[in-house]
């Protein structure tokens, strides 16, 4: 049963984190295009995001 649940916890990390990554990378490409004004703004924004998201 342990095990089953630290596998389970293991992947659902892996997720978010690929989804944090992921979520980065749209904010960064947006930037890029120029869909922002400016990059800083991206930048908080994604902090603020992810600063207290729940993991």
Do not use: H
Not at 16 to 28: A, K, Y
């Amino acid at each position: 049963m342990e095990a089953a649940v630290k596998k389970i916890y293991a992947e659902t990390l892996e997720q978010q984190q690929i989804e944090v990554r992921q979520g980065v990378m749209d904010g960064l490409r947006q930037a890029r295009e120029g869909k922002a004004k400016d990059f800083n703004a991206v930048c908080d924004r994604l902090e603020e995001k992810y600063t207290n998201a729940k993991i």
